[in-house]
């Protein structure tokens, strides 16, 4: 029997289950794909869902994929905004100046781990995207491509650059 989200009366049970699994990992994908507000950019992204619930055929497997199409796209448009607003000299000085770190990164011990992330968070967005889709997802670059939405070709040179990039910075600290 397939799992499905359904419209009638079983949508918030069904909803609610889909949540319960996805919610965590959309999260960390979200924080490590650069957000400053990972879990705002999940809520949205799981509010999208709902909203077009009716035109994903159903299936619980193509909600995951469309929701990690959704935080890929919400955490880029995040980042064009705050660099135009960066040019254009419109966030104030306090929000220039804060490098928190993530509610997921003050939770992590490892040091490797801290590492790690403060290399993804160096690589350009793209590169970035294509290696946490890669290699924390475990997407096959046909995916991956779905995901970010360019040729398969272009998802294997950003998972390849993107490594690159990422020992380098490693190396260096």
Not at 111 to 123: M, N, T, Y
Request: net charge neutral; with cysteine.
């Amino acid at each position: 029997m397939r799992a499905t989200i359904e419209r009638g009366g079983g949508v918030h049970e069904d909803f609610r289950a889909l949540f319960d699994g996805h919610a965590t990992r959309v999260v960390r994908l979200a924080a490590l794909l650069g957000a400053e507000d990972p879990e705002d950019v999940a809520q949205e992204a799981f509010c999208r869902l709902f909203e077009k619930r009716d035109r994903l055929r159903g299936e619980i497997a193509e909600a995951g994929a469309y929701l990690n199409r959704t935080v890929v796209n919400l955490v880029r448009d995040r980042h064009r905004r705050s660099m135009t607003h960066r040019r254009l000299g419109l966030l104030n000085r306090r929000d220039d100046e804060r490098q928190e770190p993530s509610a997921e990164e003050l939770g992590v011990r490892a040091d490797d781990h801290r590492r790690v992330s403060a290399a993804l968070r160096a690589i350009a967005p793209r590169r970035r995207e294509a290696v946490v889709l890669r290699y924390w997802l475990d997407l096959s670059y046909a995916d991956i491509a779905v995901v970010m939405g360019t040729s398969l070709g272009s998802a294997k040179s950003s998972v390849s650059r993107g490594l690159d990039d990422l020992y380098a910075h490693l190396e260096e600290s």
